[in-house]
């Protein structure tokens, strides 16, 4: 699992890869609560572009950034969500809190 991030005007932008389960989600979530704290967003935005496989753990890492950037004032948009995740996003019911944004406008060329 490899995770890239930028902030553009309060947007932090957060590109996981490849399996968001269980065994990568402690490292992630460590992380990314560091820069929620750090640049506190308006926006947090998902990029799921490199994003192979999801489970539970990756359903209440999802649940847990957005209280936390909530409690900051901001929301929480996912991105370039395949099929496969998208179905399980819905059967969970997590898209209740959160947006799929099917065209961002924003640059994302910055994550490598």
């Known amino acids: 699992?490899?995770?890239?991030h930028f902030i553009e005007e309060k947007?932090?932008?957060?590109?996981i890869t490849e399996e968001l389960d269980h065994y990568a989600q402690e490292k992630l979530r460590r992380r990314v609560?560091?820069?929620i704290q750090r640049f506190m967003p308006k926006k947090l935005v998902f990029d799921f572009k490199?994003?192979?496989?999801?489970?539970s753990a990756g359903i209440g890492f999802?649940?847990?950034r957005y209280k936390k950037t909530k409690m900051y004032g901001g929301e929480v948009e996912l991105i370039n969500v395949n099929e496969k995740i998208k179905k399980i996003l819905e059967l969970s019911g997590v898209?209740?809190?959160l947006n799929i944004v099917e065209?961002?406008?924003e640059s994302f060329s910055k994550i490598i």
């Open 11 to 15: 947007i932090l932008f957060i590109q």
């Open 1 to 4: 699992m490899n995770i890239s």
């Open 50 to 55: 490199k994003l192979e496989f999801m489970d």
């Open 95 to 97: 898209l209740k809190i």
């Open 62 to 64: 999802l649940i847990g």
């Open 33 to 35: 609560d560091y820069e």
């Open 103 to 105: 065209e961002y406008n």
